[in-house]
């Protein structure tokens, strides 16, 4: 099962340091989702695909190596999340680093990332001959992601949509700092903000209000944010590893007052997206019709609300008039 280097030191075989993964494993995750993690950690520390390793069956780990992956099975015994562990994980196909400041972009995300590219595509392509194209395309289309964290939705924007001038802000310093060395990882530009989303439109308080004053009265063409949305009382719904590891500053807010992060920036877009400019939200899945009343009440038309994959009511689409 092991060998002895020649400092005696322990060598293990990969498909013997899967088992051990199994052994340790399984009941906490499952058979699957402990095989993925072991993968993961193999494609993400030894460069190596799963397929080459499955034909290489007598594949030596190093001692470094070897001391590697029982420290990540410790981490997952502990039940960290892998993301956290590796310090990266992979959204809309582009690699992003994370660590315990930000939250772990999710397939939900996506899903919101994906309609907005859709949506810009569409009106793109339906759009000829009319002059809706030209104005479009030879425009540089602004875009703000409010709470941005580790940058997901800014970043694959700005990397799908490269003539988008994209602007992201979050309140806290160190998601931040994630963010910006992820946009540099992925080649785009974006210039983030520190800012409170619940104060964005007061200058003194909020570096973005003197930016968006330079520029032209209603600056952005698309306002998107996943913020904080999980009341409290939903706590005991959730998985022990997202609340013992990740950001409560990104998931929760008071059970009186869900939609406050809404509120405030539904009332932000009104005053700062140019006209037929769209606003999107991640919101929760329990809120959804809330969310339609509340957009239509601001004065949105349009007003748009999306399933997930699982069927959940998951993000919602208002047009400024
Ligand atoms: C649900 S996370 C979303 C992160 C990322 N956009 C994503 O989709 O994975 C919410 C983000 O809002 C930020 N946030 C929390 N309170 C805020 C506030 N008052 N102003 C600005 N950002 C805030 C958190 O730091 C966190 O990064």
Known sequence: MYSLDAKNTLRLKAKDLKNIFHDQLDALYGKEEVSSFFYLSIEHHLKIARIQLLLEPEFTLTKNETDVFFSILEDLKQQKPIQYILGETEFYGLTFKVNENVLIPRPETEELVDWILKSYEYRVMSSEPSNLKSSIVNRQLKILDIGTGSGCIAITLAKHLPEAKVFAVDISESALKIAQE??????????????????????????????????????????????????????????????????????????????????????????NLRESGALYFEINQYLGNEMKDLLTHKGFENVELRKDLSGNDRMVKGIKK
């Open 182 to 271: 992820n946009a540099e990882a992925n080649n785009v530009n974006i210039q983030f903000i520190k800012s409170d989303a619940l104060n964005l439109e007061d200058e003194d308080f909020c570096p973005i209000a003197k930016d968006i004053s330079q520029i032209q009265e209603g600056l952005f063409d698309i306002i998107v944010s996943n913020p904080p949305y999980v009341r409290k009382l939903e706590k005991q719904e959730m998985k022990l590893n997202v609340l013992d590891n990740e950001p409560h500053l990104a998931l929760f807010v008071e059970n009186e007052n869900p939609l406050v992060f809404y509120n405030a920036i539904s009332d932000f877009a009104v005053n």
